[in-house]
C-alpha cells in the first residue's frame, strides 16, 4: 500500500471519497446480520449510520455507508491495514486488541454465556472441566471461558451458525457467545425448547464498541459524539432514538430484552453520558 495513503487519515479519506467503509458481522444478530434479502443490518448498523450522518454534517457533503461483512477474526487485520475504516458489531474492549485499534465509547453490554441443550447439568465453572466448549477464536468468549474454566477443552468453530449446529448434532457440549447473541438465535430457532442459555448470570460483562484505525482522534471524536448523542437521546426518551432501540430490542423487535439486561443496557448507556457534556437539544 502506498505510503501516502497510509499518511491520510481516516477523516481525510472520508472527506476525499465520500465513502465510509465500515466492518460489520454476518451472523451476530441482533447487532450485525444478513438478513433474508442478503443485506447486512442491526442495531450496530443502525449505530453506523448514526455516525455517518454526523460525519456528514461535519464535512457538509452527503457520505456514502459502504458496509463489508467480516468474520471475528478479520476485523482487526482490516482495520490495521485501513482495508475498512471502523467496525461496529458485536466487539468488546480488550488491552490485547487495543495495542492495534482505538475504541469507541460503549453503546451496549453484554456477557459471555453458553447455549447447551435443555436439561444440561452444564454452567458452574466446575461443571465445565473436560466438557468440550465450542468457541470463535479471537473474541471474548474464548478468553472468558478459557479464564472460568482453564481444563474445558475448548473447540475452534469458525462462525456462530456452526457453533449452533456443532451442538445441535452432539460435536460439542455447550457454546460459548455473547448472551444477547444466544438470545436473539434462541427466540429464532424452530426448536427452543431443546435448548437452554446457562449459567442464569454470565461469566463476564463487556461493554460492546467500535473499532477504529489508532491514531485517528478527529474520527473518534466523531464517532464518540454520534453514540453520546444517540444514548443521551434514547435516555431521554426521544422518539427517535427510542424507535432505533426498540425496532432490536423492544417487545416486537429482532431479540427481546429482558428487563434485566434492559435495565443494564441502559444503566451502561447513562454511565457512558455522565462522564461527557451534555450534548445541547438543538443538536439532538
Same mark, same amino acid.
Given at each position: 500500500?502506498? &505510503?501516502?495513503?497510509?499518511?491520510? *487519515? $481516516? ?15 454476518? @451472523? ?6 444478513? #438478513? ?9 448498523? @443502525? ?10 454534517? =461535519? ?29 461496529? @458489531?458485536? +466487539? ?6 487495543? /495495542? /492495534? ?36 477464536? =479471537?473474541?471474548? &468468549?474464548?478468553? !472468558? ?28 457440549? !455447550? ?28 461469566? +463476564? ?15 473518534? #471524536? ?12 434514547? $435516555? ?5 432514538? $427510542? ?16 428487563? @434485566? ?6 444503566? *451502561?448507556?447513562?454511565? $457512558? ?12
Amino acid at each position: 500500500m502506498p &505510503n501516502a495513503a497510509l499518511a491520510e *487519515t $481516516v477523516m481525510q479519506k472520508i472527506a476525499r471519497t465520500g465513502v465510509l467503509t465500515a466492518g460489520t458481522s454476518k @451472523d451476530a444478530l441482533p447487532f450485525a446480520y444478513t #438478513d433474508n434479502q442478503g443485506k447486512l443490518t442491526g442495531y450496530s448498523v @443502525d449505530m453506523l449510520n448514526v455516525i455517518k450522518q454526523q460525519l456528514e454534517k =461535519q464535512l457538509g457533503k452527503r457520505i456514502q455507508l459502504k458496509l463489508v461483512g467480516l468474520t471475528p477474526a478479520q476485523r482487526i487485520p482490516k482495520i490495521v491495514n485501513r482495508e475498512v475504516d471502523i467496525v461496529c @458489531d458485536a +466487539s468488546s474492549f480488550t488491552w490485547e486488541r487495543d /495495542k /492495534k485499534v482505538d475504541f469507541s465509547v460503549s453503546y451496549g453490554v453484554t456477557g459471555t454465556q453458553l447455549l447447551v441443550k435443555a436439561g444440561s447439568d452444564i454452567g458452574s465453572p466446575e461443571s465445565l472441566i473436560g466438557k468440550r466448549i465450542g468457541v470463535l477464536a =479471537q473474541t471474548t &468468549n474464548e478468553l !472468558a471461558i478459557k479464564q472460568v474454566q482453564p481444563q474445558a477443552k475448548l473447540v475452534y468453530l469458525k462462525t456462530r451458525a456452526e457453533g449452533y449446529t456443532a451442538l445441535e448434532e452432539g460435536k460439542i457440549d !455447550a457454546f460459548a457467545s455473547d448472551s444477547i447473541l444466544l438470545e436473539g438465535w434462541l427466540q429464532k430457532a424452530k426448536n427452543p425448547d431443546n435448548f437452554a442459555i446457562a449459567p442464569d448470570r454470565p461469566f +463476564s460483562r463487556e461493554g460492546i464498541a467500535c473499532m477504529v484505525p489508532e491514531d485517528n482522534s478527529k474520527f473518534l #471524536d466523531a464517532v464518540n459524539y454520534s453514540l453520546v448523542k444517540f444514548m443521551q437521546g434514547f $435516555v431521554n426518551g426521544d422518539s427517535k432514538y $427510542v424507535a432505533i432501540f426498540d425496532r432490536w430490542f423492544g417487545p416486537q423487535g429482532a431479540v427481546f430484552l429482558n428487563r @434485566d439486561l434492559r435495565d443494564l443496557t441502559v444503566e *451502561t448507556m447513562q454511565l $457512558v453520558i455522565e462522564f461527557r457534556e451534555e450534548i445541547p437539544k438543538r443538536e439532538l
